[in-house]
């Protein structure tokens, strides 16, 4: 089975008006089927019809995935093992490269040299990017609870 054309583009660019459509709409289909085991009906390379069934974790995975691109959201899939450029990982993190430079160099984030070139596994710069959203949700937490406190 292949994938669509627009599917491997969609990550270097905005999704189109008419795929915005398309994936709200597949996205309401696998929605309503979400926690049953939904079964698709694709065609493969040669055309022919091939059931897919989705697992609950597999279909709460392309909601997710068709959710961003229906809100019109450039998507790119990164390998949990895939080793990361500066640059693609500080835009990850939607932070400057040196911002990122710097916690590489206080060690907040693993990474490893290849030549001159520091490279971060997408799993640990995914980890520590969870830790740094939760540390940020219960500091905002703190804040309405100390501004509360003022009312």
């Given at each position: 089975?292949?994938?669509?054309?627009?599917?491997?583009?969609?990550g270097?660019?905005?999704?189109?008006?008419?795929?915005?459509?398309a994936?709200n709409?597949?996205?309401?289909?696998?929605?309503?089927?979400?926690?049953?085991?939904?079964?698709?009906?694709?065609?493969?390379?040669?055309?022919?019809?091939?059931?897919?069934?989705?697992?609950?974790?597999?279909?709460?995975?392309?909601?997710?995935?068709?959710?961003?691109?229906?809100?019109?959201?450039?998507?790119?899939?990164?390998?949990?093992?895939?080793?990361?450029?500066?640059?693609?990982?500080?835009?990850?993190?939607?932070?400057?490269?040196?911002?990122?430079?710097?916690?590489?160099?206080?060690?907040?984030?693993?990474?490893?040299?290849?030549?001159?070139?520091?490279?971060?596994?997408?799993?640990?710069?995914?980890?520590?990017?969870?830790?740094?959203?939760?540390?940020?949700?219960?500091?905002?937490?703190?804040?309405?609870?100390?501004?509360?406190?003022?009312?």
């Open positions: 089975m292949t994938i669509p054309a627009f599917a491997e583009e969609i270097a660019r905005l999704p189109s008006a008419s795929e915005k459509v994936a709409q597949l996205r309401q289909i696998i929605a309503a089927h979400a926690d049953g085991g939904a079964t698709l009906r694709v065609l493969d390379d040669d055309r022919q019809p091939v059931d897919v069934t989705l697992t609950p974790a597999l279909s709460h995975l392309l909601l997710d995935l068709l959710g961003h691109i229906g809100r019109g959201d450039a998507v790119t899939l990164v390998p949990v093992h895939q080793m990361l450029s500066t640059q693609q990982a500080a835009d990850i993190l939607n932070v400057s490269r040196p911002h990122l430079i710097s916690l590489l160099d206080k060690e907040a984030i693993p990474h490893v040299l290849v030549g001159r070139h520091r490279r971060i596994r997408a799993e640990d710069l995914f980890a520590y990017k969870q830790a740094r959203d939760a540390r940020r949700g219960a500091a905002l937490a703190n804040l309405a609870e100390n501004d509360s406190e003022l009312l």
